[in-house]
């Protein structure tokens, strides 16, 4: 029988069953159901899930927009490229500021600062935490959420320019939630509120600024609980130009970062070959390199700093997220950007915005089975 197989091998079977699956498979055997519930198991079947990833046409984005979150598809089909707002999600039932997403599970922020929740949207299981310091006023604060390969736990990161370093342990046994301050040296660089953070193999990443420097990538470890060498980007650049991070999708393990120059109408995407907290590679040459001279949408020069995008490494396509601002076109609307390799750009309407401020904040999502407590 089924259920009568070594662990290793029922891991096996039952880490190549899609999530949306795996439900009738719990009910179905009561050793299986307590395997899936296994948090060494969530993770491998999270891993497996990764790579089968990059070769689907359609995957998931959550997207923060005036203060709400959203599941959103996207189809990158040679036939129509398209994103579709699926839903609204329903928890957290606060004004969302900043969203952060480690593992299939999101940390969300809300707009004053005061709360974070932890939760995974396909259980719908929130972990909600309330700072001990909580600002008079509103400051822009930053958040990571990561995991601590030595304890199997998962931690959130807060930190205010540079000082005030606070950590928050997510005890995997309990719904308790501990909260201690950092000793951090002061770094020599600054992170600015409208670059959010990436996580990459349960570690986190920022684009900051030394003075009038040049920017650089920073890396948060969570199993040492220290920040790492400055770290170099692969192309020189002036403030006023456009810088921003992702992740390749897929579970590759890579970064991408995008780069416009502020006079200019070119887009170029990088990505790692190799990335490490205290080491980096960039491949040899750029992944992408488009003018967007020819296309019928010129503001396109007008990136916000700090829109959030995504590559499709195979497709060699781009997806931005940013806001309107042709007064003719108003009222301002949240937009799309999707950019193919041959220099083509359509155009998506998300909708009118409420906020004007408040930047579209994009980060890949894939369901999982992993519980933040």
């Known amino acids: 029988m089924m259920s009568n197989l070594p662990r290793d091998l029922s891991e096996e079977v039952l880490s190549r069953i ?24 969530a993770k491998k079947h999270l891993r497996r899930q990764e790579a089968e990833e990059v070769a689907k046409e359609e995957f998931m984005v959550v997207v923060m927009m005036d203060y709400s979150v959203y599941l959103m598809g996207v189809n990158l089909s040679d036939k129509e490229s398209c994103i579709k707002r699926q839903s609204k999600l329903i928890c957290p039932e606060i004004e969302v500021c900043i969203v952060f997403h480690c593992d299939g599970l999101l940390l969300c922020v809300s707009r004053d600062h005061t709360k974070l929740v932890v939760w995974n949207p396909y259980s719908g299981k929130p972990l909600w935490i309330e700072p001990t310091y909580k600002p008079k006023r509103l400051t822009h604060s930053l958040y990571a959420l990561g995991y601590d390969k030595s304890s199997n736990s998962y931690k959130i990161l807060r930190f205010r320019g540079t000082l005030l370093f606070t950590m928050y342990d997510i005890n995997s046994d309990s719904s308790c939630v501990s909260e201690r301050v950092l000793d951090i040296t002061p770094p020599d660089w600054k992170v600015t509120y409208y670059h959010a953070g990436v996580s990459l193999k349960g570690n986190a990443y920022w684009l900051a600024t030394k003075e009038e420097e040049e920017n650089c990538l920073v890396c948060f470890d969570f199993t040492r609980e220290t920040f790492g060498p400055r770290l170099p980007l692969p192309f020189e650049h002036f403030p006023r130009d456009t810088v921003s991070l992702s992740v390749v999708r897929g579970g590759k393990g890579k970064l991408a970062v995008l780069f416009q120059p502020w006079d200019t109408l070119t887009v170029e995407i990088w990505v790692t070959s190799k990335i490490e907290p205290d080491s980096v590679t960039w491949e040899s040459k750029v992944l992408l390199r488009v003018s967007l001279k020819q296309t019928i949408h010129p503001q396109f020069q007008f990136l916000i700093k700090g829109a959030s995008f995504f590559i499709d490494e195979q497709k060699k396509v781009a997806i931005v997220f940013d806001k309107e601002f042709d007064p003719k076109t108003l009222p301002i609307r949240n937009t799309a950007y999707i950019i193919g390799v041959d220099g083509c750009l359509k155009k998506v309407d998300l909708g009118e915005s409420a906020h004007n401020l408040n930047t579209p904040l994009a980060c890949s999502y894939l369901p999982s089975l992993i519980q933040p407590n």
């Open 18 to 41: 899609p999530l949306t699956s795996l439900r009738k498979v719990r009910s179905s055997c009561k050793k299986w159901n307590t395997l899936s519930k296994n948090s060494f198991f």
